[in-house]
Every structure is written in C-alpha cells, then in structure tokens.
C-alpha cells in the first residue's frame, strides 16, 4: 500500500461518504474512487496556501479544484483533472477545517487563495 493509499483510507474512516464526487449523503454514489496521482497534486497546491482560522464561504471545493487544475495548467504545462473528492480528500488530510454544505457534494474549507490571478467565477 502506497502513502497515498493509505491517506485516502484514513480520510474516508474520517468522512465515509466521501466519494470522487465529493461528499454524498444517498446510496453509493458512482464515482467512489479518489485518484492518488489528484490528491498529491491537490496537496502540492494546498502546500502554497495560506491557511486560515476560520472556514472561508467565499468558495466551495468545487471552486477550488478549477483552481488547482489552473495552476496545474500553469506550472506543469498540461491540464491534469482533479476530482471535487481529491480536492476534499487533500483538505482533509492536511488538517485544515472544513465544513460539510447541506444536501451538497462540496465543502467550505479555511484556505485563503495566494496569487490567484486567473480567478474564476463559481
């Protein structure tokens, strides 16, 4: 078992409804694998933020993970999909707070954007 791997198993004993869709709250959702190689970069980029006290409503983790395949684009040179539950998984297991939005897939986190120059609507 890779790091990773063993990440995403502890993120999901801590949130079982995380899925790659983000986080359900019906029957299994369809997409229930969360890809290693979008947790890594997720945690790449959380790595450049700011981390702040309070959970942030401003975006969504939906939000930030245009952010994230951006700055992929940008840094890397090719586009890299991420995932909304590798978005949340990173959260998650880089310890920082978040706050589960009702009846919705994403979560609101206390991440502050540094540098963010290619902002998007969400």
Excluded at 82 to 111: H, P, Q, W
Aim: glycine fraction near 6%; charge should be neutral; charged fraction near 30%.
């Amino acid at each position: 078992m890779t790091h990773l791997e063993m990440i995403i198993n502890l993120v999901r004993k801590i949130e079982p409804t995380l899925t790659g869709g983000g986080m359900y709250s019906g029957d299994k959702y369809e997409n229930d694998t969360i890809p290693e190689s979008e947790v890594e970069v997720c945690l790449e980029w959380i790595k450049q933020q700011k981390i702040t006290k309070r959970v942030n409503t401003d975006r969504t983790s939906y939000a930030l993970k245009h952010y994230v395949e951006e700055w992929h684009r940008k840094e890397k040179g090719r586009h890299k999909y991420i995932s909304n539950g590798a978005m949340i998984a990173a959260i998650i297991a880089y310890g920082i707070k978040y706050s589960k939005i009702d009846e919705e897939l994403n979560v609101f986190t206390a991440i502050a954007i540094k540098g963010v120059d290619y902002d998007r609507q969400q």
